[in-house]
């Protein structure tokens, strides 16, 4: 029986689609694995960043409320300026129409990397309402109100600052503002930071979760195809054995001499008519070489014709 090669063609894509198919599976979610764990590393150094920002602005409000000088302002409102970009950035991803363009000005000014930036939409765009990264960003807006007030605070003192310098009484009103804006801020960038972590060993484990389970499924796919290839090998066999066995018995019904070798020259089978031609049993000339077996001799010339069987086996 012949297989054209357009027959060919539809038994492999039949043979090896499910195997392309997992591993292509397995390819997306382990890219859309990286993918994810690179944009939450972003929101995690992000978020860093937001801190360090806040802290600075603290720290130098501080400052010019004791000494009423210049560059401590200016270093504060470089500081703030962090916080008040990522604000920026949440704001416009938040909106009906998220504004993608503002967000990653915002993002910039917010001093993430340029590479991180398109990470840091997509994850908000497509995780806004998942739990671990809707409590963060909950946190996130808590803490902003309180980076509103201390920036409120920092524009009160400058336009008073500007008039002359202030009083001790002052001095002492805006240093205590200071002080409980850092604490009621303190909690919600600890709460912003602690469930951006938590939200990240999450994200982790599932995309793990998700990886082995592929795997698993490939595994599977691999040992359920090699035991239906098995099964079919099986069946082909028996098949075969079955169609020699009725070739058998119907060469041992022909009267003639019948002798099959098989691709060394090596005899194979023999009917009862070439057992008796050549006074050999089957099992024992079976594996022999099939010109050990008898010789070929011109009638005419009476020489052997030593070459001949070789140029049959041959097919010449």
């Known amino acids: ?46 978020e860093s960043q937001w801190s360090k920002g806040q802290k600075h602005a603290i720290y130098f409000l ?59 939409i997509w994850l908000f765009r497509n995780f806004r309402r998942v739990s671990y990264l809707d409590t963060a960003i909950r946190h996130w807006t808590d803490a902003d109100e309180m980076i509103l007030a201390i920036e409120g605070l920092g524009d009160e003192m400058n336009r008073r600052l500007e008039k002359g310098p202030a009083t001790p009484a002052e001095i002492s009103l805006w240093k205590a ?24 060993r999450f994200i982790k484990m599932a995309l793990t979760a998700a990886n082995l389970a592929t795997a698993a499924l490939l595994i599977l796919l691999v040992v359920w195809r090699t035991r239906k290839l098995m099964i079919q090998r099986q069946a082909f066999q028996s098949a075969l054995n079955a169609e020699r066995e ?41 594996g022999r070489p099939i010109a050990s077996l008898f010789r070929l001799v011109d009638k005419d010339s009476g020489v052997e014709e030593t070459d001949l069987i070789a140029r049959l086996l041959a097919g010449e």
């Open 177 to 200: 503002k200071i002080h409980q804006l850092d604490r009621q801020i303190g909690p919600l960038a600890k709460a912003f930071s602690d469930s951006l972590g938590e939200g990240s």
């Open 246 to 286: 009725r070739a058998q018995i119907t060469l041992a019904s022909i009267g003639q001499a019948v002798i099959s070798t098989d691709a060394e020259g090596r005899l194979d089978y023999m009917n009862a008519g070439a057992e008796r031609l050549l006074a050999c049993s089957l099992a024992a000339a079976r």
């Open 1 to 46: 029986m012949k297989f054209s090669s357009t027959d060919a063609g539809p038994r492999l894509i039949g043979l090896v689609w499910p195997f392309v198919a997992v591993v292509l599976a397995q390819a997306l979610v382990a890219t859309l694995s990286l993918h994810t764990l690179s944009a939450v590393r972003a929101y995690v150094g992000g």
């Open 62 to 120: 501080n400052l010019y409320a004791d000494t009423g000088q210049q560059e401590y302002f200016n270093e504060y409102r470089q500081a703030i300026a962090v916080p008040l970009a990522d604000r920026a950035a949440r704001l416009a991803l938040e909106q009906a129409e998220p504004d993608t363009n503002a967000a990653r000005l915002g993002f910039l000014g917010g001093n993430n990397h340029p590479d991180d930036v398109d990470g840091l």
